[in-house]
């Protein structure tokens, strides 16, 4: 079967540095997505990884290994604001993208 | 705001009941999604329509009805629902279905639906 691990939760300080790390195991590999989403709120797209190697975007980086299976996202200068949950998902090879249960980010003062 | 408007955000009803939801996106894309999610489960995809056709159903109970008018507008009527369908339902879109932009989903802020 299909499946993707993340952590259920984390906590990190304000002004810190966290990594978020998803491992996946899917039948072909179109892709690797990571989405942010506030509580009550929606999912916000934040970064997508097709080809090995890191993608950085202002304060927040997503790496790729597709050899591994592996993906992290990395939060820089964490923020109050950063507290969400974050959710990887991977596009199969029919386009259908597999979610994780996503991780809990908790950011203490 | 994403573009995806969803009504209601709130939606209480008894098993017996026939009610619907509604999603909006005023982006120009071209495939449509309805999403179940539940606390702490990944989300489960029940519809899909690409330029108003359907192109999958997840093995969803016949309780859920998806409708898709136009490439703007989808619907999901509900019946006779259980209690175990009570969840956070979202609707998204993306620019195409079926390929690297349709992981590019924007959501709409969700409807709360309670089964009493």
């Known amino acids: 079967g299909q499946n993707i691990d993340q952590p259920t939760e984390m906590t990190a300080t304000e002004g810190a540095i966290v990594q978020i790390n998803c491992t996946y195991q899917?039948?072909?590999?179109?892709?690797l997505f990571w989405y942010q989403q506030h509580a009550g709120e929606a999912p916000t797209f934040l970064s997508y990884n097709v080809l090995d190697g890191l993608e950085e975007k202002g304060r927040f980086s997503s790496f790729l290994s597709r050899s591994k299976g592996y993906s992290y996202l990395l939060l820089k200068e964490l923020q109050m604001k950063d507290s969400a949950s974050y959710l990887c998902?991977?596009?199969?090879?029919?386009?259908?993208?597999?979610w994780g249960a996503g991780t809990k980010l908790i950011i203490k003062p | 705001e994403t573009g995806v408007t969803q009504t209601p955000r709130h939606l209480v009803m008894g098993m017996t009941n026939k009610k619907s939801l509604k999603c909006e996106q005023h982006?120009?894309?071209?495939?449509m999604y309805w999403y179940k999610q539940s606390a702490k489960k990944p989300l489960e995809l029940m519809f899909v329509y690409s330029l108003e056709e359907r192109v999958e159903n997840n093995s969803v109970p016949s309780r859920f009805s998806p409708e898709c008018p136009n490439s703007s507008h989808l619907f999901l009527h509900l019946h006779t629902l259980q209690p175990e369908d009570s969840a956070l339902y979202l609707c998204?879109?993306?620019?195409?279905?079926?390929?690297?932009?349709?992981?590019?989903?924007?959501f709409g802020e969700g409807s709360r639906l309670t089964v009493l």
């Open positions: 899917t039948s072909g590999f179109n892709g």
């Open positions: 982006l120009g894309h071209n495939a």
């Open positions: 998204a879109s993306s620019q195409e279905w079926a390929s690297g932009s349709g992981g590019e989903l924007f």
């Open positions: 998902a991977v596009m199969d090879s029919n386009y259908q993208l597999i």
